[in-house]
């Protein structure tokens, strides 16, 4: 590295000496953008070779715009080197890797696995010698491989690994939108473009050297090129209004002209092959000139600075070298060099196809069918994003609108699946240009809305999807059907259709799907219909062919299902077994939905443990899958958490920010949690009035937090607050109503809701035997529920001066909260016992307390006596990521093994 090349970037170079010395300590990332030319190649070879001299080892890929479409073709570059490390990952990661690196033709599965294959692969790596990883034109990089180190990027920081990334400001980079870590490279100031000029280009006169200074505006690479040109005879650029990066590919295109005309021949095939194999090259070449070529034809190229040769590759020094080639040819040329390739290519379909459809200037149904079948194969292996581009290419060259609109509404599909925004409402708009059908223009309308659940367009409703899943269904595409139905079914959870549209998606769901036992009907009736059908929901649930081996997907149904008609204890259990095998397809945005419908039964069911690790990683993988409205149950949820552990100002916080997001498009379940959550905070504090309109709230169909199903879950609180608060009468009400559809409805929360309200309410006659039916029948896997209960009971009895009756039932309730963390009812439970003449214990500090909630989760896991590997691929970290946890762990709760972890944790209720 001579010293030209880094004059004026001092800053930038102790920005990268500094996280290379540390990295021992701490991993990470850094983005390096700024223009083409502006030297970010020259900061990631500085950073390469102080790595070298680190002994750090260096892994590195560069993104070509010719191979975007090849799936993972930047991260086998990068694990290339590596891949014997693949066969010690565990198995599931094992073949994922080498599925996506073509060491095997399995089925690749979702792209979170193959992150945490790699990152466990690199992690073992580092573990020898740390590692600086390398991605340079990641704007250029294929969407699988980005979304992978998007992925490892996440979870470096107790990794000796740094990732250094390179990209293009100006030209789209998904990398950018992941909120990493980030250094602007800026173009240069005056003084260091004078000196980084006179370094390069001695000598030159005042009027050329004023002329350089002004057209390169700071930039490195046009200081040092530009200079070339002049002493080549070829000039200096045209200043004016083209953009610097059109003014340098002017100076390489000019230094074209001075190379032989085969070399001018070949470098275009080259500029447009998406592989750096010579071989490729030089065979097209021949095939476009039709005569023998040998790869002396590249040493002019090579010597004019141009590009590099090492005897088996080709690569352009500069992107903007290979840009300038490609800006010389004409439309028939381009066709010429990619069919050129094309025929070089008969062994691999993929890529001959993608070269036949660059060289078909117009619909060509037969190349269609090939990028079809591409995309089909590319559907399989699981790499969403390449389909959706081959589906774009067949698109373009369909021979009717028909199949063009079939293939884009295909790709609009794939992209919604993929959490790609910009891709949607790009290829949907081109798909609304051409002449649709009604079915077509409703599927277009699903499709827009799929990423939210229908909440930001609210133009197709409920009932007009149940009509389009019917539709589909009588052209045979069952699935489709399903699918389309099922979002019918969620716009009925997140907003409120009314009865007359839910009963139109029953109907649909019951010819559909005519099998009781379809956990896709029993999912879609809880979501669209919890009231009038949760009794065949719940015996569904019962079912003994539910307790055996069932997908994780149908168990994600299950437990949904389970959730929305109060069986909340059969929706932590089902949601848990959902978990682990989501974990193991690496799932990660049905994940999230898992652990946050687990999260929301627990946090009801008082089972904190369970409950505060759960909403941890659902927020943390919401925020990872893009998922905003479900993140808006998870942060409702967390609130709802720190009101029951007393934490009353981050409740009040989470509340705010949860609301925030439910309240700009009316997302119900939101706003209903964010209700229960204030209304639990304000009984617990002692505001008992304002308890009461919190909770009221949810039962006013006119109001926005009103959910038809949620509503009839929180009537413990409701009664409370409403006898504190002289609303005794107005609650009697709402219970009643509640009351009636418990008539026929057997949800387990909506029954001792209704049961523990009625006796709050009751009158001295009347409280001792509902109080006493309430306890009797209330379901085992309750146990906050019954120390809710055993407490209320025990201050009617104190207030009815049966002191010593009242004792056994608040003393029982106290132990209860203490063992489950529920710090407000504990503290109301000792202040009852005094007054009732017994003293309490004093409350130990939980271990929920002292651990934050993603500790909790590792301590968990670790005292059910998962090994650090084990409890790595659970989570999506490196095994060393998770002895860095243990280590801070083990201190807080003053242990030294995980035995006596173990002892520790168990101590609280075991979890479910």
């Given amino acids: 590295m001579t010293s030209a090349a880094l004059v004026g970037r001092e800053r930038e170079v102790q920005h990268l000496r500094t996280l290379i010395a540390g990295v021992e300590d701490r991993g990470g990332v850094l983005v390096l953008h700024g223009e083409a030319g502006v030297g970010k190649s020259t900061l990631v070879a500085e950073a390469r070779r102080r790595a070298a001299a680190s002994d750090m080892r260096v892994l590195a890929t560069v993104g070509v715009e010719s191979e975007q479409h090849l799936p993972y073709a930047g991260l086998h570059q990068l694990v290339f080197p590596v891949r014997s490390g693949i066969d010690n990952l565990p198995v599931s990661q094992r073949d994922a890797l080498r599925a996506v690196t073509g060491l095997s033709d399995q089925q690749v599965p979702d792209i979170y696995l193959v992150g945490l294959a790699v990152l466990n692969l690199l992690a073992e790596v580092a573990a020898e010698a740390p590692l600086l990883l390398v991605a340079e034109d990641a704007h250029w990089l294929d969407q699988a491989s980005v979304d992978v180190l998007t992925f490892v990027a996440r979870r470096l920081e107790s990794e000796p690994i740094l990732l250094l990334v390179a990209v293009r400001d100006g030209t789209p980079a998904r990398i950018l939108d992941a909120e990493l870590p980030s250094l602007a490279v800026a173009p240069l100031s005056d003084s260091a473009a004078e000196t980084l000029l006179d370094l390069v280009a001695p000598g030159l006169v005042p009027v050329a050297r004023r002329r350089l200074l002004d057209d390169a505006a700071g930039n490195p690479l046009a200081l040092t090129e530009l200079p070339k040109a002049v002493q080549s005879g070829a000039g200096i650029s045209t200043a004016g209004p083209l953009p610097l990066t059109r003014r340098l590919e002017r100076t390489f295109t000019a230094r074209l002209a001075l190379l032989p005309p085969d070399t001018r021949s070949v470098l275009p095939v080259a500029a447009l092959n998406d592989s750096a194999a010579a071989s490729e090259t030089l065979a097209a070449a021949a095939s476009v000139l039709a005569r023998v070529v040998t790869d002396a034809v590249l040493a002019p190229a090579v010597s004019a600075q141009l590009i590099v040769y090492d005897g088996a590759t080709v690569t352009f020094r500069h992107p903007l070298m290979r840009s300038a080639v490609v800006s010389t040819l004409s439309g028939d ?279 505060i690790p759960a909403a941890d990683e659902a927020r943390r993988l919401t925020r990872e899958t893009d998922q905003p409205f479900v993140f808006g149950i998870v942060r409702a949820s967390q609130a709802e958490i720190a009101a029951l552990r007393g934490e009353h100002e981050q409740a009040a916080q989470l509340a705010a920010e949860a609301e925030r997001a439910g309240m700009a498009v009316g997302a119900r379940p939101i706003l209903a949690t964010v209700q229960t959550a204030k209304g639990i905070s304000a009984l617990a504090q002692g505001r008992f009035a304002d308890a009461f309109n919190q909770l009221r709230r949810m039962h006013d169909p006119s109001d926005p937090a009103f959910q038809v199903a949620l509503r009839c879950y929180a009537l413990p609180e409701l009664a409370d607050a409403a006898v504190r608060s002289g609303q005794a009468d107005v609650a009697a009400e709402i219970v009643d109503r509640v009351a009636s559809f418990a008539e026929t409805n057997s949800s387990p929360a909506m029954a001792l809701g209704v049961r523990y309200a009625r006796a709050v309410l009751a009158d001295a006659d009347g409280a001792q035997e509902l109080f006493e039916q309430a306890l009797s029948m209330m379901p085992e896997g309750w146990p906050f529920q019954r120390a809710w209960a055993q407490l209320a009971y025990g201050e009617w009895l104190r207030r009815q001066r049966r002191t010593t009756e009242a004792r056994p039932m608040l003393r029982s309730a106290r132990e209860t909260f203490d063992a489950l963390g529920i710090i407000p009812w504990s503290e109301r439970a000792r202040n009852e016992l005094r007054a009732a003449g017994e003293g309490s214990p004093r409350r130990v500090t939980d271990v929920n307390e002292r651990l934050t909630a993603h500790e909790l989760h590792i301590a968990q896991l670790a005292a059910d006596g998962l090994t650090n590997r084990e409890i790595g691929q659970r989570l999506y970290l490196s095994h060393r990521t998770v002895s860095t946890h243990l280590h801070r762990i083990f201190p807080k709760l003053g242990v030294t093994s995980r035995a006596e972890l173990a002892a520790v944790l168990h101590t609280t209720p075991p979890r479910r």
């Fill in 333 to 611: 040329d381009r066709r010429r060099a990619h069919a050129a390739l094309a025929a070089v290519l008969g062994d691999q379909p993929d890529r001959r196809a993608w070269h036949r459809a660059a060289a078909t200037p117009g619909p060509d149904e037969d190349v269609a069918v090939e990028l079809d079948l591409v995309a089909q194969r590319a559907q399989r292996r699981g790499v969403v994003d390449s389909s959706i581009i081959a589906l774009e290419e067949a698109a373009r060259l369909s021979t009717d609108s028909r199949r063009r609109a079939e293939r884009l509404l295909r790709a609009a599909d794939l992209a919604v699946e993929s959490g790609r925004r910009d891709i949607v409402q790009r290829v949907l708009a081109e798909v609304e240009s051409l002449e649709l059908s009604g079915q077509q223009q409703t599927r277009v309308a699903w499709i827009r809305g799929s990423f939210d659940d229908g909440m930001r367009d609210p133009t197709v409703g409920a009932v007009e999807l149940a009509r389009l899943a019917e539709a589909i269904a009588a052209d045979g595409d069952h699935d489709l059907a399903v699918r389309i139905l099922w979002s019918a079914a969620l716009r009925c959870f997140w907003s409120e259709p009314g009865t007359p549209a839910r009963q139109y998606i029953e109907g649909v769901a019951d010819a559909l799907l005519p099998n009781p036992e379809d956990p896709r009907l029993l999912a879609i009736l809880a979501y669209a219909v919890p009231i009038e059908r949760g009794s065949t929901v719940i015996a569904g649930l019962a079912r003994p062919d539910h307790q055996a081996e069932t997908e994780p997907r149908e168990e994600r149904f299950l437990g949904t299902a389970a959730l929305l008609v109060g069986a909340l204890d059969h929706a932590v259990r089902l949601n848990a077994a959902s978990v682990e095998g989501l974990r193991a397809q690496g799932r990660l945005a049905l994940l999230a939905r898992a652990r946050a419908a687990q999260a929301w039964s627990a946090t009801r069911l008082g089972d904190l443990a369970v409950a």
